[in-house]
């Protein structure tokens, strides 16, 4: 058992100890001597709470401070009983009650129990009340604040201005915040309630005295009144100072709130920081004391202090300032003379969005821009929807692009780019409307298609006319998304990829176990992935894409092929998603004399498939296509074209180059109930 093993079991056992002593003492009678000790260590104890609560920089770093309440009153209540007994059984409660009647109490019964009610005033009316308040008020507001914080780490962490690890524990600071105030709102009540029962009990020991004395001792009223009154005042002063102190440092724990601070520090700074001040409370004084019956010397020589101390102030924040330029100065300098850290401009984010002056509005919370909250919505869109994280999206000012231009960089190569007008909206023709409204024409930059640019004061009447109106943040966001589907492939690494096995490992090892690495790698399981994303296709259903793998893998390590089997395992999910559950679904079909062709001309290699089609006759099979496809866009449909399972993979990468939206599905990827109407037949 190591040192630090042994201390920390003291340490337990002495807080047992503390704890079980307060219960023996209101059962078992102590002696006066050790009364005087438990008196003195609990007065110690309550210094101690109140200093440490006074330095403590953040509230947070005495977390357990209701706790040490709760345990703290119980002792006192215990030492008020043992007390008690010994000043009513044996008229001798100790030298340390003894002083506090005879020497705070000035040895008089009267001037005893005005002190003691001063004590108590105070405590009740002051301390206890304010501190009762600002606890009930801080609990509150720190709970519907929890919304609010959890939103601004999320746009933080959106954002890159901080790690995962640190959006933890930020995360958790305000979990602990919000328990701790929650549970000083509650404690306070033992601080009220300790004063209240100190209260109580001198009460009850003066009766208690005098019939002690008149009953038992043979005493007269004044004599008993005097005999035991002065003990019972001395024992409520000596209590009575710990709950002030206790009180005082519930006060000041609360009242410092959440935030992080040198107590002394910061105090001083904050009252005597500000030389203005310093000089007209000076000037005050010394006026007092020169034009009023006030002391002279004593006011005219505390305006002076004042005065000199405000002077020295102005002179400390001077050179402050001045050395503050002087530093600046050269660490820009040393900054132009070191060599160029090369390492930091080596980092390539992942997606990136770029934007003008003009657009910092939109980002900017503290203007009521929402955009890093679609950011966030972002992700989670495309989590539920495709099954993979979408990583970090950086936002970033650019003072070289136009004010209201932003553009999409994939891996730090630009995509895509937009413009937008800040005051305005974009109203676009659904196609079946026919009042025309003024604008400034421009084209939604998601799909290009015709759009006019409208002010405020049009937006309604344009959504009564029955164009679809959308505001700036939502063109942005709309944006984002369609250029983070269309990349979601390459976005997705062999790290993710890893991450996504581990999270199927927790439930599933055994699938996991029998896959990889001893039927697949991780990098050849990433390939299936990303050809299923670059197809629309979710990846959510890891179970079922696991389980296929693991049935095919061991005949074939083509990862191409492994996709085909994976996505008529995904059938149900494809044709959800691509056909219309109860209705006919128009498409077109793959003629055979060209699937045979494109058979034909497959060509195997260690690396994988490729077609040796002629060019010529690739060019005719794609003209073909556009054709056929450009009747389904005509009818406003998705443009579907159906093939058999061996082709489809073939003719999808044929195609895909130059048709970006077309959706190739093989007949084995179609549920029997499924409708289809074939609309043309792609045949040269």
């Given at each position: 058992?190591?040192?630090?093993?042994?201390?920390?079991?003291?340490?337990?056992y002495g807080?047992?100890?503390?704890?079980?002593?307060?219960?023996?003492?209101m059962?078992?009678p102590?002696?006066?001597?050790?009364?005087?000790?438990?008196?003195?260590?609990?007065?110690?104890?309550?210094?101690?709470?109140m200093?440490?609560?006074?330095?403590?920089?953040?509230?947070?770093?005495?977390?357990?401070?209701?706790?040490?309440?709760?345990?703290?009153?119980?002792?006192?209540?215990?030492l008020n009983?043992?007390?008690?007994?010994?000043?009513?059984?044996?008229?001798?409660?100790?030298?340390?009650?003894?002083?506090?009647?005879?020497?705070?109490?000035?040895?008089?019964?009267?001037?005893?129990?005005?002190?003691?009610?001063?004590?108590?005033?105070v405590?009740?009316?002051?301390?206890?009340k304010?501190?009762?308040?600002?606890?009930e008020?801080?609990?509150?507001?720190?709970?519907?604040?929890?919304?609010?914080?959890?939103?601004?780490?999320?746009?933080?962490?959106?954002?890159g201005?901080?790690?995962d690890?640190?959006?933890?524990?930020?995360?958790m600071?305000?979990?602990?915040?919000?328990?701790f105030?929650?549970?000083?709102?509650?404690?306070?009540?033992?601080?009220?309630?300790?004063?209240?029962?100190?209260?109580?009990?001198?009460?009850?020991?003066?009766?208690?005295?005098?019939?002690?004395?008149?009953?038992?001792?043979?005493?007269d009223?004044?004599?008993?009144?005097?005999?035991?009154?002065?003990?019972?005042?001395?024992?409520?002063?000596?209590?009575?100072?710990?709950?002030?102190?206790?009180?005082l440092?519930t006060?000041?724990?609360?009242?410092?709130?959440?935030?992080?601070?040198?107590?002394?520090?910061?105090?001083?700074?904050?009252l005597?920081?500000?030389?203005?001040?310093?000089?007209?409370?000076?000037?005050?004084?010394?006026?007092l004391?020169?034009?009023?019956?006030?002391?002279?010397?004593?006011?005219?020589a505390?305006?002076l202090?004042?005065?000199?101390?405000?002077?020295?102030?102005q002179?400390?924040?001077?050179?402050?300032?001045?050395?503050?330029?002087?530093?600046e100065e050269e660490?820009?300098?040393?900054?132009?003379?070191?060599?160029?850290?090369?390492?930091?401009?080596?980092?390539?984010?992942?997606?990136?969005?770029?934007?003008?002056?003009?657009?910092?509005?939109?980002?900017?919370?503290?203007?009521?821009?929402?955009?890093?909250?679609?950011?966030?919505?972002?992700?989670?869109?495309?989590?539920?929807?495709l099954?993979t994280?979408?990583?970090?999206?950086?936002?970033?000012?650019?003072?070289q692009l136009?004010?209201?231009?932003?553009?999409?960089?994939?891996?730090?190569?630009?995509?895509s780019?937009?413009?937008?007008?800040?005051?305005?909206?974009?109203?676009m023709?659904p196609?079946?409307?026919?009042?025309?409204?003024?604008?400034?024409?421009?084209y939604?930059?998601?799909?290009?298609?015709?759009?006019?640019?409208?002010?405020?004061?049009?937006?309604?009447?344009?959504e009564?006319?029955?164009?679809?109106?959308?505001?700036?943040?939502?063109?942005?966001?709309?944006?984002?998304?369609?250029i983070?589907r269309?990349?979601?492939?390459?976005?997705?690494t062999?790290?993710?990829?890893?991450?996504?096995?581990?999270?199927?490992?927790?439930?599933?090892?055994?699938l996991?176990?029998?896959?990889?690495?001893?039927?697949?790698?991780?990098?050849?399981?990433?390939?299936?992935?990303q050809?299923?994303l670059?197809?629309?296709?979710?990846?959510?259903?890891?179970?079922?894409?696991?389980?296929?793998?693991?049935d095919?893998?061991?005949?074939?390590?083509?990862?191409?092929?492994?996709?085909?089997?994976?996505?008529?395992?995904l059938?149900?999910?494809i044709?959800?998603?691509?056909?219309?559950?109860?209705?006919?679904?128009?498409?077109?079909t793959?003629?055979?004399?060209?699937?045979?062709?494109?058979m034909a001309?497959?060509?195997?290699?260690?690396?994988g498939?490729?077609l040796?089609?002629?060019?010529?006759?690739?060019?005719?099979i794609?003209?073909?296509?556009g054709?056929?496809?450009?009747?389904?866009?005509?009818?406003?449909?998705?443009?579907?074209?159906?093939?058999?399972?061996?082709?489809?993979?073939?003719?999808?990468?044929?195609t895909?180059?130059?048709?970006?939206?077309?959706v190739?599905?093989?007949?084995?990827?179609?549920?029997?109930?499924?409708?289809?109407?074939?609309?043309?037949?792609?045949?040269?």
């Amino acid at each position: 058992m190591t040192a630090k093993t042994i201390r920390a079991r003291i340490l337990d056992y002495g807080i047992a100890i503390y704890v079980v002593a307060a219960f023996i003492m209101m059962i078992i009678p102590i002696p006066a001597v050790l009364m005087d000790i438990l008196l003195a260590f609990d007065m110690a104890l309550a210094f101690t709470i109140m200093f440490t609560s006074m330095f403590a920089r953040e509230a947070l770093d005495m977390s357990l401070y209701p706790t040490v309440l709760l345990i703290r009153t119980v002792f006192g209540i215990s030492l008020n009983v043992s007390s008690t007994r010994l000043i009513l059984a044996d008229g001798e409660p100790g030298q340390v009650i003894r002083v506090f009647g005879n020497f705070v109490g000035a040895g008089d019964l009267v001037i005893g129990v005005i002190v003691y009610i001063i004590f108590v005033i105070v405590q009740f009316v002051v301390i206890n009340k304010g501190s009762e308040r600002v606890s009930e008020v801080t609990a509150r507001f720190t709970l519907d604040a929890m919304p609010g914080k959890q939103m601004a780490i999320d746009a933080d962490l959106n954002t890159g201005a901080i790690t995962d690890k640190e959006a933890a524990e930020r995360r958790m600071k305000i979990q602990e915040e919000a328990s701790f105030f929650g549970a000083m709102d509650g404690a306070t009540k033992y601080v009220k309630g300790d004063a209240t029962a100190g209260l109580i009990i001198t009460g009850i020991n003066i009766v208690g005295g005098i019939a002690m004395g008149v009953l038992r001792r043979g005493m007269d009223v004044n004599t008993a009144l005097e005999t035991y009154a002065i003990f019972t005042i001395g024992d409520g002063l000596v209590s009575a100072i710990p709950s002030i102190l206790i009180s005082l440092a519930t006060g000041l724990l609360v009242t410092k709130g959440a935030k992080e601070a040198d107590f002394g520090k910061v105090l001083i700074h904050q009252l005597f920081g500000m030389p203005k001040t310093m000089y007209l409370v000076g000037a005050i004084i010394a006026f007092l004391g020169i034009f009023s019956p006030l002391p002279n010397v004593l006011y005219v020589a505390l305006g002076l202090i004042f005065i000199i101390g405000g002077r020295s102030i102005q002179a400390t924040i001077e050179v402050a300032e001045t050395e503050g330029e002087v530093a600046e100065e050269e660490s820009s300098a040393e900054e132009i003379r070191q060599p160029e850290n090369v390492n930091s401009l080596l980092q390539v984010d992942p997606i990136e969005l770029e934007f003008g002056y003009g657009i910092i509005p939109l980002a900017d919370v503290n203007q009521g821009g929402d955009l890093l909250d679609r950011v966030v919505m972002i992700r989670r869109q495309i989590a539920l929807e495709l099954g993979t994280v979408v990583p970090i999206i950086r936002l970033r000012d650019n003072i070289q692009l136009n004010p209201n231009q932003y553009i999409i960089k994939i891996k730090g190569i630009q995509i895509s780019e937009g413009e937008i007008l800040f005051d305005h909206y974009m109203a676009m023709n659904p196609g079946h409307v026919e009042d025309e409204i003024t604008g400034i024409p421009t084209y939604e930059p998601s799909f290009h298609l015709p759009a006019i640019w409208i002010t405020e004061s049009q937006r309604e009447r344009a959504e009564s006319l029955g164009y679809t109106v959308v505001d700036p943040p939502s063109i942005i966001a709309t944006h984002l998304t369609e250029i983070i589907r269309q990349h979601i492939a390459e976005l997705l690494t062999r790290q993710d990829v890893q991450n996504l096995v581990n999270n199927l490992r927790e439930n599933h090892q055994a699938l996991v176990e029998e896959l990889t690495p001893k039927l697949m790698g991780l990098g050849e399981i990433e390939k299936v992935l990303q050809n299923l994303l670059r197809e629309g296709v979710s990846i959510r259903d890891l179970v079922t894409i696991f389980e296929t793998l693991a049935d095919y893998a061991p005949s074939t390590h083509d990862t191409d092929i492994l996709t085909e089997y994976v996505r008529q395992a995904l059938k149900r999910a494809i044709y959800l998603k691509f056909f219309e559950a109860n209705d006919t679904t128009s498409v077109v079909t793959l003629d055979p004399a060209i699937e045979q062709e494109i058979m034909a001309s497959v060509k195997q290699t260690e690396t994988g498939a490729y077609l040796t089609l002629d060019p010529e006759r690739t060019r005719a099979i794609l003209s073909a296509t556009g054709k056929e496809v450009k009747k389904l866009e005509d009818f406003g449909k998705t443009p579907i074209v159906m093939t058999s399972p061996i082709v489809r993979m073939y003719f999808k990468k044929m195609t895909e180059d130059y048709y970006r939206d077309l959706v190739v599905i093989s007949y084995s990827e179609v549920e029997p109930g499924i409708e289809l109407q074939s609309v043309g037949m792609i045949s040269v």
